[in-house]
């Protein structure tokens, strides 16, 4: 018989191995730092002094107008109103029947949650890239501090467009996403923030090829689909006055991009922060920097810039991620540099406090002197601010904006008033002369009279001068 055949012993191929890329163009940590995605100690303190200095200055007034019409319609529960703000109106009304009369103070406190919850999410948005979670926490929370306690709706819709970057599951992002539109329709513009930062993501740490990538499942449809969504209901359920109703969003003013980037530069520059921020991008950990340009469509009175502060508190925190691997002196030297920007945050939050705090003692002031025959001339900021706070109403003070349209007409012209005030004194109509008040001045009615403003008829008949 003869012998089975044996296999052939051939020797094993041996595969040489695969280079390891650098952590920070890989998107992974280093050894020994945290695992991706967890919030350390830092981050969560920086959220809460955020929160501790936003609390500390709620209840010191109505910042501007719309903090006062919000306020109202809250109270009210009128959810036909600025439909565009539809969510945070549905917030403050919630509210309502646990803080009566105290709502105002309440929803400063819920901006100042929303900057604190908006720190949070920086912090976690620079975990998930592997880089020192703390430092994105302390940039983006220093250039919060001055707007965290002021009622205003555009923190609530910022808070959750960082989160929907900085979760890990696509739902998660996708409801988020859909939870930020009926706050403000800018939600849509910060979309296309969010969808760099989960794009570079998924590239980081996903797929390492274009084609894979490519054949991946897309890491963002869910989240514009979500978004869409919102915006169809939105749009059926106000019968299209999201779109063309008053303040809709084909109704807002034509964008003027240098007014937004000027405030950019003014509220969402870390400037202390610039060699931290030269090095992170010097290394390229600037992913999403050029994201928020399309908030420069956005009215430039809105507050728009965080998303470019936690872009560059993401760049910032690159920076001190690669000089601790290099000299820990230098590192401690610069970010000891880089806390002069929350020293500068919180002397801001103090500054607009003392402004907000004497607004509201001037409005006081005229409205203990006003008797019931008086009347009131003022810009709209002012005079929204005045008559919430003396009939819980936006217009239902006599009152009117010096060289607009008059809302009612019959109530103001026919009206023969005892004295007129102007608020604030630099508001003061030509031809009118009266005596100082306090911080407005007040105005004989005959001399109102015979000056009519431009909306009412003069005394010898026809139009106003």
């Known amino acids: 018989m003869s012998e089975p055949e044996r296999p052939l012993d051939l020797p094993a191929v041996r595969r040489p191995p695969r280079p390891t890329p650098h952590p920070i163009a890989e998107g992974r940590p280093e050894p020994g730092a945290e695992p991706p995605g967890r919030i350390d100690v830092g981050t969560v303190l920086a959220a809460m002094a955020v929160l501790a200095v936003g609390l500390s200055g709620a209840g010191a007034g109505f910042a501007n107008g719309d903090a006062a019409v919000y306020a109202a319609q809250g109270a009210a529960g009128d959810l036909s109103q600025r439909v565009v703000h539809v969510g945070?109106?549905?917030?403050?009304?919630?509210?309502?029947p646990l803080a009566g009369d105290d709502l105002p103070r309440w929803l400063d406190a819920v901006t100042a949650l929303a900057c604190a919850l908006t720190t949070l999410g920086a912090g976690r948005l620079a975990a998930t890239y592997g880089r020192p979670p703390w430092v994105a926490a302390a940039?983006?929370?220093?250039?919060?501090?001055?707007?965290?306690?002021?009622?205003?709706?555009?923190?609530?819709?910022?808070?959750?467009?960082?989160?929907?970057?900085?979760?890990?599951?696509?739902?998660r992002a996708a409801l988020l996403a859909a939870a930020a539109v009926p706050i403000s329709p800018l939600a849509l513009?910060?979309?296309?923030?969010?969808?760099?930062?989960?794009?570079?993501?998924?590239?980081?740490?996903?797929?390492?090829?274009?084609?894979?990538?490519?054949?991946?499942?897309?890491?963002?449809?869910?989240?514009?689909?979500?978004?869409?969504?919102?915006?169809?209901?939105?749009?059926?359920?106000?019968?299209?006055?999201?779109?063309?109703?008053?303040?809709?969003v084909l109704s807002a003013p034509w964008p003027r991009p240098w007014r937004v980037a000027q405030a950019w530069a003014a509220h969402g520059v870390p400037w202390w922060s610039a060699p931290l921020l030269a090095m992170g991008w010097v290394i390229g950990g600037g992913p999403g920097l050029l994201a928020p340009w399309p908030l420069f469509l956005a009215p430039p009175d809105a507050h728009t810039w965080p998303l470019f502060t936690v872009s560059l508190a993401l760049i910032a925190s690159a920076g001190v991620g690669w000089l601790l691997s290099i000299s820990r002196q230098a590192t401690l030297a610069l970010v000891a540099l880089a806390a002069v920007d929350p020293v500068l945050g919180w002397v801001r939050h103090e500054r607009h406090l003392d402004g907000v705090r004497a607004d509201e003692a001037a409005i006081r002031d005229v409205l203990a002197g006003m008797g019931p025959n008086d009347g009131l001339v003022a810009s709209w900021s002012w005079g929204v601010r005045a008559s919430v706070r003396a009939t819980g109403q936006p217009y239902a003070l006599a009152w009117r904006?010096?060289?607009?349209?008059?809302?009612?007409?019959?109530?103001?012209c026919a009206t023969r008033f005892d004295h007129v005030w102007v608020l604030p004194p630099s508001a003061l109509p030509a031809h009118w002369t009266g005596e100082p008040a306090g911080a407005a001045w007040r105005v004989p009615g005959d001399v109102a009279a015979a000056h009519p403003l431009s909306g009412c008829p003069s005394p010898e008949g026809g139009g106003a001068p």
């Not at 945070?88 to 309502?96: D, G, K």
């Not at 904006?401 to 103001?412: K, L, N």
């Open 139 to 171: 940039v983006t929370g220093a250039m919060l501090l001055p707007i965290a306690s002021s009622a205003e709706a555009d923190p609530l819709w910022v808070a959750p467009i960082v989160w929907a970057a900085a979760v890990r599951t696509p739902w």
């Open 189 to 248: 513009l910060g979309l296309s923030w969010v969808w760099t930062i989960r794009w570079t993501r998924t590239v980081t740490q996903g797929p390492k090829t274009v084609r894979a990538w490519m054949d991946a499942p897309n890491p963002t449809a869910n989240l514009w689909f979500a978004a869409l969504v919102t915006v169809l209901v939105l749009t059926i359920v106000t019968g299209g006055a999201w779109w063309t109703g008053d303040r809709g």
């Open 401 to 412: 904006v010096p060289g607009e349209p008059v809302r009612d007409p019959a109530a103001w």
């Open 88 to 96: 945070y109106v549905a917030i403050a009304a919630a509210l309502a």
